[in-house]
Nanobody, 122 residues
Framework: QVHVVESGGGLVQAGGSLRLSCAPS????????MAWFRQAPGKERELVAA????????DYADSVKGRFTFSRDVVNDRVYLQMNKLKPEDTAVYYC???????????????WGQGTQVTVSS
């Protein structure tokens, strides 16, 4: 099991950018598949981006393709989510998650951070 800590959320105007960071606590991310999910009030938790450590492929939700970028810094053992051209509908709590298996559903991830709030004003 790996503990996960997110940071970088905040309030931004529509069209702006934010970068979320995720760091491990206790173990390294190096052999974990990593993902960012988000959950808006009254909605189910949904995948934003998922990255496989084995080959490095990344899957994105259609709603964020071309605007959000997942990256992994192996040297510093961090993962990031660069969010550009933010929209009010991107407002949600964003979670970093880790798993030994690769998947795109929240049930496939065992290790979660506490979440970080992203609010995009119109």
């Amino acid at each position: 099991q790996v503990h996960v800590v997110e940071s970088g959320g905040g309030l931004v105007q529509a069209g702006g950018s934010l970068r979320l960071s995720c760091a491990p606590s206790g173990r390294t991310f190096i052999n974990y598949n990593m993902a960012w999910f988000r959950q808006a009030p009254g909605k189910e938790r949904e995948l934003v981006a998922a990255n496989s450590f084995n080959g490095g492929a990344t899957d994105y939700a259609d709603s964020v393709k071309g605007r959000f970028t997942f990256s992994r810094d192996v040297v510093n053992d961090r993962v990031y989510l660069q969010m550009n051209k933010l929209k009010p509908e991107d407002t949600a709590v964003y979670y970093c998650a880790a798993s030994v298996i690769y998947g795109m559903g929240p049930d496939e991830y065992a290790d979660w951070g506490q979440g970080t709030q992203v609010t995009v004003s119109s």
